[in-house]
């Protein structure tokens, strides 16, 4: 999960760095720190990723609740032009925050799907005894989130 | 670190090895969860739901507000800031004298600075207004938040949650209403402007802008028309007042209703109290203090009608302007020169205000009450059209309604005329033709009442007695309803709707008996024009107007010629005989007019016309009810109309516009 949220991420700060760079550039719209909001959400995202390493559910929780404010101020931010029906699919910045509230909703339905279904299934201690793999330095068992409900990877 | 212990360990009570920096989440519950008896785990499980549940959804809802936001905050990228600070210099507007009235669009406003505003004014505005002002960026979610829980405890609106700053992107922007999408556009513009300009920029950008009601626009017009001062010389009270007055001008403005103006300014007094603005002994003295309106009534008569005169001055312009080729929008550096007599219009206005106090007394007397009766009054020369005169209310600091222009009403008998004009026309009738003045079963007619007889209430004659056979002339003088009907029905609707057309009355003429009774509803400035067929031999003016012609700042003429329309009527010959049954000499003084009466006495007109002009008057309530029993035209409009006639040779100075009024 850690390297899903990772690509996620850097998906978001390029769209970021799009947003800021281009639509300045291609004149739509004025360079501002409001069209690099996308970077602002992957930014955090890469945050979560990196304090997963040490804290790992801790970590993905900040990723999560990033990609949950991501979405939906995305959905936020297109609701009023397709409410006025001035939604121009041909326009960059438009482009840009589709391709945001994407990635960030992907990921929470990605996130979310897997807390909710993806469980384990039961393992007789015994047997568990057998297969268990060993400890690794970070403490994570291998296999553990193809079995487990956790959205770790 | 360790986390989820796997392997030979896992019977080990797993909370006992969670490491507390890095508990279980909604989406990472590991394996240790698994381990959890059942009902630990549904109860985890349901916990997680309760608790973490609604903050996902708030988490989702704030960041949803926050994306709308952002759209609104970048589509007012686009507005331009300088709009701000850029009142128009608006067009000079001058009488047919070449007097000044003032300045069309620019709302008469005294445009004032910030050392212009004294300290007590800006701290009632505050208490009033915008208790944060100095603290937030253009919009304030905390006075939102008080203001939703103050009118909530109140089960009303008491408070409002505009900032200044948005209340002056609202005018700016002309973003009146109070859908969502034009409140987040208010917010956003706002937020811009506060970027924009310092605080005490926008302090004073708004109190040049803002309404006080009674058509004072800025903070400089307001002292000055309510107070006879300067905004520098207002008093706590006096600011307080003003200030009370912002929610809602047009009600609480002092000369509308002082009981309310006064209750608003206590009630700012208490809030600039409340926010330490006033001492207890301050707050009691103020309380106990008259704010006086200075003004007399005749000054308020004669400011309200330059005000007025410049409102439909600047509609007439600005409606002129946009039909050019290439339109133009601002006004600024244009000089208007206008028919208005402005000497006459403000006695007028008086005459009116004088006249309707006789009435109020004359009501009482019947056990009607008068306080809402109004008058309207218009006068245009034949030739032209342009109008000298237009009143369209009694006081327009308490009614900005425009009775001559805005309002239609059933002319009653007023429309006479046109109905033998039209029979003449025939070739059938003349003046001298005989008519029956016999009763008349009113069902053909539709009249007031459907049953009756028509005739029993002649509406110019309370005493009617039945003539029998007499000449049309005398029918038409005498307002005679039964032998009109007979005569309209004898010639048709067709050939009266065609007439009154052609004579410029554009209200739409019912397909229904009455109408030849005068049911069909007219303005009074329509009808008017309509009476200009008699005198100028058949041929009515052209469109009625104010503008004579318009200058740019170069002095060029760009107003368009005005366009005479030939297109008769009626013959000559016809105007001239309805003419002569309208005219008639008394005591020396030969008069040409027709009153008008609608059968349940709710309006009485009355026209006239000489040589030169031709004027209509109308007197009524906007309430559509009697003014009382036997209440006639000849007897309420026509001395009315007579009084502000004979005032046209009057040479009495008109009240100036001051010099410190103009903008």
């Given at each position: 999960m850690r390297i899903f949220t990772l690509i996620c991420s850097l998906l978001l700060i390029a769209l970021g760095a799009v947003g800021y760079y281009g639509w300045g550039v291609e004149g739509e719209g004025p360079r501002t720190l409001v069209s690099a909001i996308p970077g602002g959400f992957g930014l955090l995202m890469l945050i979560g990723v990196i304090l997963a390493l040490p804290l790992r559910r801790t970590g993905l929780q900040l990723a999560f609740l990033a990609a949950v404010a991501g979405g939906f101020s995305g959905l936020g931010r297109l609701t009023p032009s397709y409410l006025k029906e001035t939604l121009d699919w041909q326009s960059h910045p438009m482009n840009l925050i589709v391709a945001m509230a994407a990635i960030c909703l992907g990921y929470v339905l990605v996130a979310g799907f897997r807390c909710l279904f993806v469980r384990s299934k039961p393992v007789p201690a015994k047997a568990k005894e057998e297969e268990a793999p060993p400890f690794k330095a970070n403490g994570e068992a291998e296999g553990e989130s193809e079995a487990g409900n956790s959205i770790d990877a | 670190m360790n986390e989820t212990p796997t392997g030979p360990d896992l019977s080990k009570s797993a909370e006992a090895i969670v490491d507390p920096a890095d508990p279980p989440s909604i989406i990472d519950e590991g394996t240790a969860s698994r381990n959890r008896p059942l009902w630990r785990r549904l109860l985890v499980g349901f916990l997680k739901v309760i608790f973490l549940t609604p903050f996902y959804l708030l988490i989702a809802l704030v960041a949803f507000g926050g994306g709308v936001g952002w759209h609104y905050f970048e589509a007012s990228a686009d507005i331009d800031l300088t709009a701000v600070d850029r009142l128009e210099v608006g067009a000079l507007v001058r009488d047919v004298h070449g007097r000044e009235i003032g300045r069309a669009g620019t709302m008469s406003r005294l445009l004032i600075t910030r050392e212009d505003i004294p300290p007590h004014f800006v701290d009632a505005l505050i208490a009033a207004e915008d208790q944060r002002f100095f603290l937030h960026p253009g919009f304030d979610p905390v006075g939102s938040v008080r203001a939703a829980w103050v009118n909530y405890r109140a089960d009303s609106i008491r408070e409002g949650a505009s900032t200044l700053t948005q209340q002056l992107a609202r005018d700016v922007y002309k973003l009146a209403g109070k859908d969502a999408d034009r409140k987040l556009s208010e917010v956003a513009a706002a937020v811009r402007i506060e970027e924009h300009y310092t605080k005490d920029e926008i302090l004073v950008h708004y109190l040049n802008r803002i309404y006080f009601g009674s058509g004072f626009y800025g903070l400089g017009s307001a002292a000055r028309g309510f107070f006879g001062k300067t905004a520098q010389e207002l008093t706590v009270d006096e600011s307080a007042l003003l200030c009370g007055l912002i929610p809602s001008p047009s009600r609480y403005s002092p000369l509308v209703s002082e009981a309310l103006a006064l209750e608003n300014r206590n009630q700012t007094l208490r809030r600039m109290h409340q926010i330490g603005k006033l001492t207890d002994s301050q707050l009691a003295s103020l309380l106990e203090t008259e704010s006086i309106v200075a003004k007399s009534r005749e000054h308020l008569i004669n400011r309200g009608q330059v005000n007025y005169l410049l409102a439909r001055v600047e509609r007439e312009l600005r409606a002129s302007l946009a039909t050019r080729p290439v339109p133009i929008k601002s006004l600024d550096g244009l000089v208007v020169e206008t028919s208005i007599d402005l000497e006459m219009q403000q006695n007028a206005a008086r005459s009116i205000d004088r006249h309707l106090e006789e009435v109020v007394k004359r009501a009482a007397t019947a056990g009607t009450p008068g306080d809402d009766l109004e008058a309207a009054f218009v006068m245009m020369e034949n030739r032209t059209g342009r109008i000298v005169v237009s009143v369209g209310s009694r006081d327009f600091h308490k009614s900005e309604y425009d009775r001559a222009v805005e309002m239609t009403r059933p002319p009653g008998s007023a429309l006479f005329p046109f109905v033998y004009a039209a029979a003449f026309e025939t070739g059938a009738f003349t003046p001298d033709t005989p008519v029956f003045d016999a009763p008349f079963d009113n069902r053909e007619m539709g009249i007031g009442s459907v049953g009756g007889i028509l005739g029993e209430w002649s509406a110019e004659n309370p005493g009617n007695r039945w003539e029998g056979r007499i000449t049309a002339a005398k029918a038409l003088r005498l307002s005679k309803n039964s032998p009109t009907a007979r005569l309209g029905l004898q010639v048709g609707l067709g050939p009266v709707r065609e007439l009154v057309a052609a004579a410029g009355i554009q209200s739409p003429f019912e397909d229904a008996p009455g109408s030849l009774l005068g049911k069909s509803e007219v303005n009074l400035t329509e009808i008017t024009l309509g009476y200009t067929v008699f005198p100028n031999g058949g041929t009515r003016a052209p469109l009625p107007g104010m503008i004579r012609e318009v200058r740019d700042a170069s002095g060029k003429l760009i107003s368009p010629p005005l366009e005479l329309k030939p297109d008769p009527a009626m013959s000559g010959a016809t105007a001239s005989a309805v003419s002569a049954c309208l005219t008639a000499t008394s005591g020396g003084v030969t008069q040409s007019g027709k009153s008008g009466t609608t059968p349940a006495f709710t309006d009485a007109w009355y026209f006239g016309f000489d040589d030169e002009y031709t004027w209509g008057t109308w007197v009524g309530r906007d309430s559509f009810?009697?003014?009382?029993?036997?209440?006639f035209g000849s007897e309420f409009a026509k001395p009315l109309a007579a009084a502000i006639v004979a005032e046209r040779t009057s040479t009495s100075p008109a009240v100036p516009v001051a010099a410190s009024e103009k903008p």
């Open positions: - | 009810t009697p003014l009382f029993p036997l209440a």
